[in-house]
């Protein structure tokens, strides 16, 4: 069956040369989305080893092989390179990618300016590295507490400069977001009938809108302190340590929101078209990702229990209350695989291991808001361990869930599915044995940023089993970059839609062409392409009418309801003959090819190729 | 159309819209684009002000003793925040000039609202030096000098991120960029620049009058 | 998952050996907490630890239950009911939360008025402790004790047992954090500002304690003990140290011996000149002003005792204060010289050249 290539592109490549110049100068969603990934990626490879010397280090107890200053080094990079390196950039490029596709837009509002928000993070990240050619990295922990960071050494003028310029970056993307998504959408796009990603995208947007400047605010007042005498946090001149923290975690906590919220949007994404279900209780996700992102701004202080100079009921009930939205997605999601046909490809399993071990991840943090227990483990493992299931188990299980499911059309081929089992597994476990007994440490007392611990029975069983664990998810990546090695080298065979998908970017070819669409199909529900390929749409109808939202009621109202529990009939329909041409199934496609799920084409009536349509 | 024949063209292409912006619904798109700016610097002058207000409820003066009376009502304030409002005015007038089609009236708006932005620094600056010299009173005089002087040194660095603005305005206003229907950068630096003169307006509250 | 993770645990504590000094392999139960306000925490805990349990079984069960019983299967057709939300179920999985997390909070408040209950008028035991970078100072101001000390132990802090026993928490110079594991709490030491708590200690033991708060180079090493006992032993313990003779700083210099002078500028700035040469094999003194205004500093020098071990000074000068040390008389050689407290700050030292 022929599959699709490539829509002719604007200009021949000659040479390398050209090559690269085009990359560099690029102001295409895409390519731009593929630099910002590729870089996260990177840095998530040196966060990564940065991990696995804390690890080898905490293996057992004594002083190895690193000296105090050293290793608070690694861990300050280290929370820093991840966080804002790697997991803020790689959502970033994923957003940049797939939102203008998926919203059947063209590009982003403001390309220029998209281009200029990708070329900051390499120079930030040489910023921050650069503090060890001048007499260390910055070395106060990924939180910069003052008055600690106010006297510590000259890298932390560098992770100041680095971060203010990330946040600057963050920024104007959130704007472009923001913009594209408010400005550019397809007509019949309405709000709610907006992909699941879109609409965690565009709340992130939002909190990174209204956040970071409060933090570059923050880092302009260290800076100050730090260069010029200012006395914003020494209480010697009238100032107040704990600013710093207020500043921080007003910042801080929507920010681990903006880490996670799109992996909601991602999982949200995906459950539906691997059970083959509509997304159950829509409204209720759009619903609960506001909340979450309002509440986000109201429980910072959570992370100052122990300060004593906060009111702590207030903060408490806030931090628990999260817990209700999110509960809500929980619920919702398996709502949706409820009464489905669960294709358990690569990117599906990540979706359910997200959901599996992102649940102790929450759990933790709700422990944590027990004011009196926070007392006992704050600044404990039991926090490392709560970081690291909501962040390894959370936005890394997310992000390769991302990865696995949009591969195909980013590179018009599909990753090996073996190798991607294998990986999941490796990580899955590595994981657990990781950053589960980091609990019973935490508990035990155990507290972090420390380079030794006591002797203390199990306490060296215990860390040496993280340290297993935490280089099991290291040898994890390796099928990962293998496969990604392999898949680079064969044909690109993936077609434009091969895990029979319901969202617009599936609706173009793989990858798309500049332009990302010739046309696009009307949208009347928040799967367009479903209601293409299996819905009694009528093609004729609507589509203008639409494009203004005024219709988006009915619409909503008459999709659902007509086949519910029916087999498909849809392809029979002689009204409907492109509904039987869009899905292009490629050989590669994993365990189920939609192609046997219809009764038609078994009926040896294969659809009328791509020829009778161009 | 050699390529164009392996390309997959979706059904009912003739009734679907090719993928465009609704760039003529609402507000415009760059102009969304830097009121969504305008907003974050809203919260970072936010946090300023945050820790304007923590040190002053922990402190049990203020001004703290000894500086009671540095920052204090003076004419080269007054009259650096009344030259402050009329270029709002002015600026605004600019727009409603282009918005009229009229490119000469936008010209002198711009011109004087650029004029009246580098006064503005420039008595900022004098009054920095008479601070400095007079009173010794620097960044570094506790608490309250580094306040004093954030706030007001990162409101003048938006002063001259608006003049910036202001003159690419006046340029192109001067080689004729702008007509009645296309004036998006000049309706965008004026939201800047009255923007800019709130946060003023906040500042001169706070700092001189409410203390 | 959850299989997995129960067998993760049955692994962790199968293999576990008994621990040393019969302390258990710890688990998610710890030995019960040494003070009142801990107990009242492990009770807080144990309850939000069923819950959390119930609602991960909850969670985990649905989940494992869907994947084997919705998995695609080969021969199915068409497809699944498609069902886009039902109201009712969304109102209940919102309901049954929220009525959960009221409950923790509850919960929370009450214990936390408890564990957070400060005496307005406290009539036992004071102590003030002070953190600094990376030592802790307990003053007794009744008692006109104080105890400084750094290493894996760090200075002790006695308290009787059975009562209320106030701590009042203060910084010299960056944040540090009091954390007491057996006690099931923290509280932070704040430069500028003082934090205080009140604790009732129920059981006589020695209880680690260790600073919680990342404060720098050492903040690994920032422990302290503290050693309950009945009010009896705790009456002699005091008299005991009252009697002790107080550490006179510096001694009178022994006339005309060679003296070098040196600063200690800062944690990070280090000693001023980082560079000192003095005689062999002659007495000398070592003059120590300490210009920082944050933390004490001494002056040792590796391999300065003639069985080739550390010289250490004692006392350390606190900040602003200047101490004479009596090294001995060392051999030809380069000699590097260290602050005990702080050993990133590190010099050389020349003899006879
Ligand atoms: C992606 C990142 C991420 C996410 C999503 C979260 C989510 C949550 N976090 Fe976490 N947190 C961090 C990243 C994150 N956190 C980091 C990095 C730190 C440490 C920073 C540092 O100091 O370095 C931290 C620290 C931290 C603290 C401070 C700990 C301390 O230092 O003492 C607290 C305290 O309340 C907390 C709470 C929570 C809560 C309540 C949630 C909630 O959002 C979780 C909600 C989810 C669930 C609860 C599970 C699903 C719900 C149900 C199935 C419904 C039923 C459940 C109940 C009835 C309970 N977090
Ligand atoms: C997204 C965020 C993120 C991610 C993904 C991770 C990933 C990991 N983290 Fe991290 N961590 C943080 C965020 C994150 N962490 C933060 C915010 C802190 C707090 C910092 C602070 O206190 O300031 C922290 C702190 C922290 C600590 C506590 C340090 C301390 O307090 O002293 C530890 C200790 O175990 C740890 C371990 C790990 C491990 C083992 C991984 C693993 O998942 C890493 C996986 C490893 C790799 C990806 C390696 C790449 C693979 C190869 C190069 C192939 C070659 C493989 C081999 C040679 C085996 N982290
Ligand atoms: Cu003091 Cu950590
Ligand atoms: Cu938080």
Redesign the interface.
């Known amino acids: 069956m022929a599959t699709t290539t490539l829509a002719p592109r604007a200009r021949p490549y000659t040479s390398t040369r050209a090559r690269a110049y085009e990359w560099l100068t690029t102001t295409d969603h895409k390519k731009i989305g593929v630099m910002y990934m590729a870089s996260a990626f990177l840095f998530f490879l040196i966060g990564g080893v940065y991990a696995l010397l804390i690890r080898a280090e905490l293996a057992v107890p004594g002083i190895q092989f690193l000296e105090f200053e050293t290793y608070n080094q690694l861990f300050t990079l280290h929370g820093t390179v991840m966080i804002f390196l790697f997991v803020m950039p790689m959502w970033t490029g994923l957003a940049n990618y797939i939102v203008p596709l998926q919203v059947g837009a063209a590009d982003m509002a403001f390309p220029r300016i998209n281009a200029l928000s990708y070329w900051m993070i390499p120079v930030a990240g040489l910023m921050l590295f650069s503090g060890y050619a001048f007499g260390g990295a910055a070395n106060a922990g990924w939180t910069g507490y003052a008055p600690l960071s106010v006297r510590e050494n000259i890298g932390i003028d560098l992770w100041v400069g680095s971060l203010v310029l990330l946040g600057t970056s963050s920024i104007l993307g959130a704007i472009n977001f923001i913009a594209t998504i408010f400005k550019m959408r397809a007509p019949g796009l309405t709000l709610m009938r907006m992909p699941l990603f879109v609409w965690n995208t565009l709340v992130t947007s939002v909190l990174l809108l209204f956040a970071v400047p409060v933090l570059t605010a923050g880092f302009v007042m260290l800076f100050i302190d730090r260069n010029y005498g200012g006395g914003f946090f020494d209480p010697a001149l009238g100032g107040n340590p704990i600013l710093w923290q207020h500043i921080f975690w007003f910042f801080g906590h929507p920010e681990v929101y903006i880490l996670i919220l799109p992996a909601f949007g991602v999982v949200s994404e995906i459950l539906p078209v691997f059970s083959r279900k509509p997304l159950f209780g829509y409204k209720a996700f759009v619903f609960a990702t506001a909340s979450i992102g309002a509440l986000g701004f109201s429980v910072w202080a959570h992370h100052m229990f122990a300060t004593g100079a906060v009111y702590l009921p207030f903060f408490s009930f806030f931090t628990f209350l999260i817990a209700v939205p999110t509960g809500i997605k929980f619920f919702n999601w398996l709502a949706t695989m409820w009464g489905g046909q669960l294709r358990l490809s690569t990117p599906m399993l990540f979706a359910i291991g997200f959901i599996a071990l992102f649940l102790i991840g929450g759990l933790d943090g709700a422990f944590l808001a027990v004011v009196p227990f926070d007392f006992h483990v704050h600044d404990t493992y039991w926090v490392v361990s709560h970081i690291h299931y909501v962040l390894v188990a959370g936005a890394v299980f997310g992000i390769f869930a991302a990865l696995y499911y949009w591969w195909p059309k980013i590179t018009g081929r599909m990753l090996d599915e073996r190798l991607g089992k294998v990986q999941w597994v490796l990580l899955f476990v590595g994981t657990n044995v990781a950053f589960f007994p980091q609990h019973i440490l935490g508990l035990d007392g155990m507290i972090r940023r420390i380079i030794d611990y006591a002797p203390n029975p199990g306490w060296t069983e215990l860390n040496f089993l993280s340290t297993i664990g935490a280089f099991m998810v290291g040898i994890s990546m390796l099928p990962f970059m293998w496969n990604v090695f392999i898949t680079q080298r064969k044909p690109a065979t993936a077609g434009d839609d091969p895990w029979d998908a319901n969202t617009l970017e599936w609706a173009t070819t793989s990858p798309p062409p500049t332009y990302n669409f010739e046309a696009l199909p009307p949208v009347r529900s928040e799967r367009p392409l479903f209601d293409l390929k299996y819905g009694a749409v009528e093609p004729h109808a609507a589509a203008v009418p639409a494009a203004r939202g005024e219709s988006h009621e009915e619409t909503r109202a008459d999709a659902p309801e007509e086949f519910l529990g029916e087999p498909v009939e849809g392809h029979e329909d002689p009204d409907v003959p492109g509904a039987r041409t869009t899905p292009q199934v490629s050989e590669h496609a994993p365990d189920a090819t939609p192609r046997e799920e219809r009764p038609k084409r078994e009926g040896g009536d294969p659809a009328p190729p791509t020829e009778g349509r161009s | 159309m050699s390529?164009?024949?392996?390309?997959?063209?979706?059904?009912?292409?003739e009734?679907?819209?090719?993928?465009?912006?609704?760039?003529d619904?609402?507000m415009n798109?760059?102009l969304?684009?830097m009121m969504?700016?305008i907003?974050?610097?809203?919260?970072?002058?936010?946090?300023?002000f945050?820790?304007y207000f923590?040190?002053r409820a922990?402190?049990d003066q203020w001004p703290?003793a000894g500086l009671e009376d540095v920052v204090h009502l003076n004419p080269i304030v007054i009259i650096a925040t009344v030259i402050l409002i009329i270029s709002s005015f002015t600026m605004q007038w600019g727009v409603w000039r282009i918005r009229k089609g009229d490119r000469t009236g936008l010209n002198r708006a711009v011109g004087v609202t650029l004029l009246l932005g580098i006064v503005f620094l420039a008595m900022q600056a004098y009054d920095y030096f008479l601070l400095v010299s007079e009173e010794s009173f620097?960044?570094?005089s506790?608490?309250?000098?580094?306040?004093f002087y954030?706030l007001t040194g990162?409101h003048g660095a938006h002063v001259f991120g608006g003049v910036i603005g202001l003159l690419v305005v006046f340029g192109r206003g001067i080689a004729g960029q702008f007509s009645a229907r296309h004036h998006i950068a000049v309706e965008a630096v004026s939201a800047y620049w009255h923007f800019v003169d709130v946060v003023w307006i906040a500042l001169f509250i706070v700092l001189y009058i409410l203390h | 998952m959850a299989v997995l993770l129960v067998g993760l645990l049955t692994l962790i504590a199968g293999c576990a050996p008994a621990g040393a000094e019969g302390q258990a392999f710890p688990g998610f139960f710890a030995p019960p907490a040494a003070s009142a306000e801990g107990q009242a925490i492990d009770s807080l805990y144990f309850y939000v630890f069923l819950i959390a349990v119930a609602v991960f079984l909850t969670v985990e069960g649905l989940l494992l239950w869907i994947v084997f019983r919705y998995r695609r299967r080969p021969r199915v057709d068409g497809l699944p009911p498609q069902t886009h939300g039902h109201n009712l179920l969304e109102i209940v999985w919102t309901a049954i939360p929220a009525a959960i997390v009221t409950m923790l909070f509850v919960a929370t408040i009450d214990t936390l008025a408890f564990v957070e209950e400060l005496d307005p008028k406290p009539q036992g035991v004071i102590i003030d402790v002070v953190g600094f970078q990376w030592q802790w100072t307990f003053n007794y101001p009744e008692e006109g004790l104080s105890f400084t000390g750094a290493g894996a132990e760090g200075p002790v802090m006695a308290v009787p047992v059975g009562e209320r026993v106030r701590i009042r928490l203060e910084a010299t110079d960056v944040i540090h954090s009091f954390y007491v594991p057996m006690f099931r709490y923290k509280l932070d030491v704040v430069p500028g500002r003082v934090n205080e708590f009140d604790i009732v200690v129920e059981e006589p033991g020695t209880y680690t304690g260790q600073c919680a708060e990342f404060c720098g180079l050492l903040h690994a090493e920032m422990y302290f003990t503290v050693e309950a006992m009945s009010r009896a032993d705790y009456d002699a313990w005091v008299t005991e140290q009252q009697q002790q003779p107080e550490p006179t700083p510096g001694g009178s210099p022994p006339p005309d011996a060679a003296t070098v002078e040196v600063t200690s500028v800062g944690v990070v700035e280090g000693y001023e000149p980082s560079e000192l040469s003095v005689p062999a094999d002659t007495p000398w003194l070592v003059d120590l002003t300490n210009s920082d205004q944050f933390a004490p500093h001494d002056f040792a020098i590796r391999g300065g005792n003639p069985d080739g071990s550390d010289w250490q000074g004692d006392p350390n000068a606190d900040p602003g204060q200047q101490v004479i040390y009596e090294p001995p008389p060392l051999a030809a050689g380069q000699y590097e010289f260290y602050c005990s407290l702080h050993p990133n700050m590190v010099g050389t030292l020349r003899v006879g050249e």
Request: aromatic share 8%; proline share 5%; net charge negative.
């Open positions: 390529a164009g024949s392996e390309v997959v063209q979706l059904p009912h292409a009734e679907s819209h090719v993928a465009q912006p609704h760039g619904q609402g798109t760059a969304l684009g969504l700016f907003g974050s610097e809203v919260m970072f002058f936010a946090g300023l945050a820790a923590n040190a922990a402190a703290p620097g960044i570094n506790g608490i309250y000098g580094t306040l954030t990162f």
